[in-house]
């Protein structure tokens, strides 16, 4: 059941100190203090983000923000754990007086040291400071300088990769270790400073859906519908969108990460906006599939159906100690069945022969037929990434208290999935089954996706936009008026 009025009001009260309140300096001392801890003895060296080559807002990266607080570009920080020299310096670069003109004048070291608790010296001095601290025979543990943690196997030309490269070089004797996989298990539970900036992004999220709802219709452009999103999270103090929107109508539908949000959306078509707004650095990540024209057709009633109805079988299944793994499958179970019953597979457990068949001995269910109107995982974990790493349930394989995640079951039918089949008998078979049922469903694609809280009794439901089809429907009759001609 919604609550319009409650949810209305709780919007106004949103700008307040209680929604907007920052990660007290306490609370970052205490994370260096769990990293120093769980590493014993070394150094720690960690990169912020490079200043923009152009006009786009710098945005701090994540492992240097959860641990400093720091958000300007082009520093750097240097952790001693253990030994006479324990403590922790933030090194920061000099802006040149004239580039200042633009780019604003940066904190001086007692300004920093007010804001983030620091000892702050200039960037130069930290060659020579690990230089010597390279003799003391510690290990050094290195946070890297990539944006997300999706990408991280591709970082090579970072300024913390080369870094680390030329330093080694010099100290061949020296032992990195990547820091990254114990700062990422405390960046796991959040706090309650973290929960509100969640709560913070969820809530502006949720409110654009539904203004985005209101506006669309038969003939606008994905990116008029991006650029009210965008609008939107600013208007409303966010930082903004917290990754590239996906507004994904027609055949852009059944793409999961589709970006170019260029194309004019038609009458009878769904359109997927995949979004998050990001708040005080967290980022929040939403989906809603709406239609076009205002209302679902019948094919896409069905396959909404479907999807809704495995996303709730999940959320069924989660509170404190529950299955990973009965998350996953629960949902999957349903997908399964529901395009069974639409005659998209041959049934509920027929396998095929896909063009990914070397990951169906670790992951059987890539080879069922089902799995290739739903090829992606469940959901993730969000914070200061929008894939938060590790995902809660990492390691323990259950939920815990306190973890935030994403829910996001989805169905995308379109005959490019039988076109892109290696021409087996097995495959031969399956299409000629099931490729009429495919085109009567051409190009529905169907997602929906939620964030949450595991709570001591259960599961809080956090993105509460419309999301049932009659919810939908109604949000998008609320349409604003054209304006009178005079």
């Known amino acids: 059941m919604r609550l319009p009025l409650l949810r209305t009001f709780a919007a106004l009260l949103l700008p307040t100190a209680l929604w907007a309140q920052a990660i007290p ?31 786009a807002r710098p945005a701090q990266l994540p492992a240097f923000r959860y641990l400093t607080g720091f958000l300007e570009p082009d520093a750097a920080f240097v952790m001693v754990v253990g030994g006479e020299k324990s403590g922790g310096t933030l090194f920061t670069e000099a802006r040149d007086p004239r580039r200042a003109l633009y ?27 690990l230089d010597s601290l390279a003799a003391t025979g510690l290990p050094f543990y290195a946070l890297r300088d990539f944006e997300t943690s999706d990408y991280a196997s591709q970082d090579s030309l970072t300024r913390g990769a080369s870094f680390m490269r030329s330093f080694s070089a010099r100290h061949r004797e020296l032992e990195w270790r990547d820091a990254h996989p114990i700062l990422d298990s405390l960046r796991t539970r959040k706090s309650p400073a973290e929960l509100a900036l969640l709560r913070r992004a969820i809530a502006i999220t949720v409110e654009g859906l539904e203004e985005a709802m209101r506006a669309i219709r ?27 929107s996906i507004i994904g109508s027609g055949p852009n539908s059944t793409q999961y990460h589709y970006h170019a949000n260029n194309r004019r959306m038609l009458a009878g078509e769904t359109v997927v906006m995949d979004v998050g707004a990001g708040y005080g650095g967290y980022a929040a990540d939403v989906t809603r599939t ?15 159906q479907i999807v809704r109805q495995a996303q709730a079988a999940a959320e069924r299944t989660v509170k404190p100690g ?3 793994a009965a998350w996953r499958d629960s949902a999957r179970m349903v997908v399964a069945r529901g395009v069974a019953r639409l005659g998209l597979t041959e049934g ?11 990951q169906c001995s670790a992951n059987p269910v890539a080879c069922t037929q089902s799995f ?11 914070g200061l990434e929008v894939h938060d790493r590790p995902h809660p349930w990492y390691g323990t394989g259950t939920f815990t208290v306190g973890d935030v995640f994403t829910t996001e079951p989805g169905i995308y039918i379109s005959t ?34 939620d964030d949450y809280v595991v709570t001591r009794t259960g599961l809080e439901w956090l993105s509460q936009a419309p999301r049932e089809l009659v919810e939908v429907e109604a949000e998008m009759a609320r349409r604003p008026r054209p304006a009178a001609s005079r």
């Open 103 to 129: 780019d604003g004048f940066p904190p001086d070291s007692s300004t920093i040291a007010r804001q983030v608790g620091l000892t702050a010296r200039s960037l130069p001095a930290l060659v020579p400071m």
């Open 25 to 55: 300096l306490a609370e970052y001392a205490a994370r260096r203090d769990s990293l120093a801890a769980r590493i014993d003895s070394g150094v720690v060296v960690a990169f912020g983000t490079r200043s923009p080559v152009g006009f």
């Open 372 to 382: 290739l109107y739903m090829a992606h995982g469940l959901g993730h974990g969000i």
């Open 218 to 244: 038969p003939g606008m452009w994905e990116y008029e519908v991006e650029a009210l999103l965008q609008a939107a999270f600013r208007r409303t103090g966010g930082d903004g969108a917290a990754f590239v």
């Open 416 to 449: 490019r999935l039988l076109d892109i089949l290696p021409d087996t008998p097995k495959n031969r078979a399956m299409i000629a089954k099931v490729r009429r049922n495919v085109e009567r469903y051409q190009n529905v694609g169907i997602r929906i996706e």
């Open 348 to 358: 509920v457990d027929a396998t095929f022969d896909p063009p990914w068949a070397e």
């Open 290 to 304: 709406v239609p076009v024209s205002g209302r679902f057709t019948p094919e896409q009633r069905a396959v909404y």
């Open 322 to 324: 529950s299955s990973y």
